[in-house]
């Protein structure tokens, strides 16, 4: 999956795992497994944990999907209430502690939305405006 997303064929995996395309096609159709050493590779080639390349078994829907890049997390779907509500799922707001009454803003563009704790919104938005003066102040 994580090769076929990249646009990748077998041969240019197995050449940065440094064995056959044939091996490699092994492991694709499940006949063998690779080695932990092999299996480090793969996950830094792809940049994404060793734990997520062997246990990541996420799902959308019906859909089984890719482990994320490292510093990238997935925590499936939610659904819209009535007026419009979300819940957040708990290993979310766990992860940017998220509690009652946190402070969100909701950012998007036509792909879709996104959400960022507004104080750090605030922070970067502060830092890029005091880069912009001292640009202007240089010319």
Aim: with cysteine.
């Amino acid at each position: 999956m994580l090769r076929n997303l990249k646009g990748l064929t077998q041969e240019q995996v197995a050449e940065v795992v440094e064995i056959s395309r044939q091996s490699y096609a092994k492991w694709e159709q499940g006949e063998t497994v690779p080695d932990i050493e092999k299996c480090d590779r793969l996950a830094s080639f792809y940049g994404i944990k060793l734990d997520a390349l062997m246990h990541y078994d996420e799902k959308v829907g019906n859909t089984k999907m890719a482990p994320p890049p490292e510093g990238k997390f997935l925590w499936g779907t939610i659904k819209l209430g009535n007026r419009g509500q979300i819940v957040i799922p708990k290993e979310a707001r766990d992860k940017y502690g998220l509690q009652e009454g946190s402070r969100l803003v909701v950012l998007g563009n036509e792909d879709g939305i996104a959400l960022i704790q507004a104080e750090k919104f605030e922070s970067q938005l502060k830092s890029a405006l005091e880069l912009s003066r001292k640009m202007v102040a240089e010319d």
